[in-house]
């Protein structure tokens, strides 16, 4: 089983950036699924960017369209997460999730937690002033 490790969660104030990452143990293929959903308290896991690795893909929610980043580093068998332009409503524990044997998935697929078998013991971000 491939295991995901995170980091980079914190305190931050709105505005403000911060930058995760999830390294996975192994890539089993070419092409894989990996990527970041958010769960804040009393409300349901939410996929917030995807990357569709080896061919480059990238989906995000609209919550987090033109704010977020997710990236990867092939070679580190690493994914990031850049959030700039922090808002309180971004407050939540964020998980790194992966899907490493997959059909082709779309976009609503790909940001639907029910497609991911692997996952990160998650990160706290807080965006508080």
């Known amino acids: 089983e491939v295991q995901l490790v995170e980091s980079g969660g914190g305190l931050v104030q709105p505005g403000g950036s911060l930058r995760l990452s999830c390294t996975a143990s192994?890539?089993?293929?070419?092409?894989?699924?990996m990527g970041w959903f958010r769960q804040a308290p009393g409300k349901e896991r939410e996929g917030i960017a995807i990357l569709w690795a080896g061919v480059g893909n990238t989906y995000y929610a609209d919550s987090v369209k033109g704010r977020f980043t997710i990236s990867q580093d092939d070679a580190k068998n690493t994914v990031y997460l850049q959030m700039n332009s922090l808002k309180p409503e971004d407050t939540a524990m964020y998980y790194c999730a992966g899907e490493f044997v997959s059909p082709v998935k779309t976009r609503d697929q790909a940001l639907s937690a029910r497609g991911y078998h692997s996952w990160g013991q998650g990160t706290q971000v807080t965006v508080s002033s």
């Open positions: 192994e890539t089993t293929s070419r092409t894989y699924y």
